[in-house]
């Protein structure tokens, strides 16, 4: 069903309904009990993007993605998907999205091929075009071989890679991925993050939520960053690596005992607060010019801080969120379950 025939199906419209957005969030809010596990977020996912959710576990990213699904109630605020009101037309949205989770939904003791058409099927799907579409996906994402053996003999990326093939079986034009490469080994996510790159490539638009720094950077053509609920900040990967300063100057120590006075020194030159790895010897400062770094340098000396390897680079996304949270993104928290 395309988006002009919903138009026409009857679909009510409790949100402000903008077209030209795939998703438009204001203000949601979900609360478990006394625990606001989303606090008033706001989202616009423009069509044919990558749109970065990048959080700490228990951030609230799963929570968002899942109200936007209409797998959870939106307690307070509204949304929209292609300018159709979440909340008041779940079963529209529902043909809309496609969704896949942080763990694989499909059944252990199917084969791929079976697996694929029993999604099918449960989708409304005839069985002859369900096999057909079966046999595509798995195509499609490198299964064709292993097709015919039960789930359980699937490695973890096959599983993601079967997954993500299922939520595509009425090819929607949204796509969540939710925590998509979790537990999954480098060569593994390299090779999901191909695929996400084609799904993209063939006209989807993906909303993608993740732990992962480096997917992220990867990835997302824009990242809003989320932390204890909350929107914190949001722009391209180099407007967010912007923000902490145009360079950073990274200090690897002689002795890690020597870190606070290195960076006491940091903050008598430049004004401004390093971060800090103590165990590891490690400081990252900011710069706003990079000659800057020639100025830490001489005083370091001066005050007989020895310094083990030095380099200047642009920001990373680490520090965007060290900078903006106080943490990095593997502190854990709680979310609803």
């Known amino acids: 069903m395309s988006i002009t025939e919903l138009d026409s199906a009857g679909v009510t419209s409790a949100a402000p309904r903008d077209t030209d957005l795939a998703v438009q969030a204001e203000g949601l809010v979900k609360v478990f009990g006394e625990h606001r596990a989303v606090d008033g977020i706001d989202l616009a996912v423009r069509p044919g993007e990558i749109f970065g959710v990048l959080g700490p576990n228990g951030a609230g990213k799963t929570t968002t993605l899942r109200m936007l699904a209409t797998l959870l109630r939106i307690d307070a605020g509204r949304a929209s998907i292609f300018g159709v009101d979440v909340a008041g037309n779940p079963h529209v949205i529902r043909q809309l999205v496609g969704v896949t989770g942080q763990y694989a939904s499909v059944d252990e003791n199917l084969t791929a091929r079976e697996n694929l058409w029993l999604f099918g099927r449960l989708q409304g799907v005839a069985s002859s075009r369900a096999r057909r579409i079966a046999a595509d996906l798995l195509g499609r994402f490198g299964l064709e071989e292993a097709a015919d053996r039960p789930i359980s003999q699937f490695s973890g990326g096959m599983r993601r890679r079967l997954d993500l093939a299922a939520s595509l079986i009425t090819r929607p034009p949204l796509i969540f991925l939710d925590e ?27 909303l993608l939520t993740t732990q992962y720094l480096d997917e992220a950077d990867q990835l997302a053509d824009r990242i809003a960053v989320i932390d204890h609920g909350r929107k914190v900040a ?104």
Request: net charge negative; charged share 25%.
């Open 180 to 206: 998509p490469t979790t537990g999954l080994d480098p060569r593994t996510r390299g090779q999901m993050w191909d695929t996400i790159r084609g799904l993209v490539a063939g006209g989807c638009t993906v």
């Open 234 to 337: 949001e722009g391209t990967p180099d407007e967010l690596k912007t923000m902490v300063g145009n360079s950073t100057l990274q200090l690897l120590l002689d002795e890690p005992g020597e870190v606070p006075a290195a960076a006491e020194v940091v903050r008598r030159v430049l004004g401004a607060e390093p971060v800090l790895s103590p165990e590891r010897g490690r400081l990252n400062v900011a710069l706003e010019q990079a000659d800057q770094a020639a100025d830490v340098l001489i005083a370091l000396r001066t005050a007989g801080v020895s310094i083990s390897s030095v380099s200047v680079a642009k920001p990373s996304l680490d520090e965007v969120f060290l900078a903006l949270t106080g943490h990095g993104t593997d502190e854990k928290e709680t979310e609803d379950r």
